[in-house]
């Protein structure tokens, strides 16, 4: 069980897990609730119109990245894979289209070299989480100021597979410290020792110092 749904089922608030987001009897319950402002954290799938056009001053995502760069489902993960000096956190808007509302409000956050993806995004959690709460009074004020995404600045941080599991000792050594570090926890980096694939070890990524290439 998820800590939103434990803290909810604690407190004895509704808890909604519609198998399709466009089942009547969700978005009629949904309706009931005369919803002020509707926030998505870490939900990987696209919401229709019909859900989105609920809440009365809409809908705002909380996405783990300085869109439009790296939208989708691994946003931590891609920018340690990618070697990036930079990443952040993005609230906007949520359209009917992945990741590609307008911005409401940004934060630019330093990924250390040798930091591994799972603790930049617990940073980022709560990073994200103070901004949201910021936003969300800013939103309730109003109005905010929207800013578009640059279509030619877009960048997809597609689904993790096992296949980039393994490493390639003849590609330059900061690109596997890289690889190393953003494939935690899932699926890790493996190498191939004695005719046997092995796990890299977490500590790798503290005690290695790459020389670039």
């Keep these: 069980m998820s800590s939103v749904k434990t803290f909810a089922v604690e407190r004895r608030i509704p808890v909604l897990q519609p198998e399709r987001l466009r089942e009547p009897e969700f978005l009629n319950i949904v309706a009931s609730y005369a919803l002020d402002l509707a926030v998505v954290a870490a939900y990987g799938r696209i919401l229709p119109a019909p859900l989105l056009s609920v809440p009365r001053l809409g809908t705002i995502n909380v996405h783990a990245s300085l869109l439009?760069?790296?939208?989708?489902?691994?946003?931590?993960?891609?920018?340690?894979?990618?070697?990036?000096?930079?990443?952040?956190?993005t609230i906007m808007r949520v359209v009917p289209a992945l990741d590609a509302g307008p911005m409401l409000a940004k934060t630019r956050v330093a990924i250390g070299p040798h930091e591994t993806?799972?603790?930049?995004?617990?940073?980022?959690?709560?990073?994200?989480?103070?901004?949201?709460?910021?936003?969300?009074?800013?939103?309730?004020?109003?109005?905010?100021?929207?800013?578009?995404?640059?279509?030619?600045?877009?960048?997809?941080?597609?689904?993790?597979?096992?296949?980039?599991?393994?490493?390639?000792?003849?590609?330059?050594?900061?690109?596997?410290?890289?690889?190393?570090?953003?494939?935690?926890?899932w699926p890790v980096a493996t190498v191939l020792f004695r005719g046997y694939w092995h796990r890299c070890p977490k500590m790798l990524t503290s005690s290695s110092h790459p020389a670039r290439s």
């Design 117 to 185: 993806s799972v603790i930049l995004e617990a940073r980022l959690a709560t990073i994200g989480a103070r901004l949201l709460v910021d936003t969300v009074d800013r939103v309730a004020a109003g109005p905010v100021v929207e800013e578009p995404q640059r279509d030619d600045e877009v960048t997809y941080a597609h689904r993790l597979e096992r296949s980039e599991s393994r490493v390639d000792w003849n590609r330059p050594s900061e690109e596997i410290h890289n690889q190393i570090r953003g494939l935690q926890p």
């Design 68 to 89: 439009p760069r790296w939208r989708g489902a691994a946003p931590v993960h891609r920018a340690v894979l990618a070697g990036d000096r930079e990443t952040g956190v």
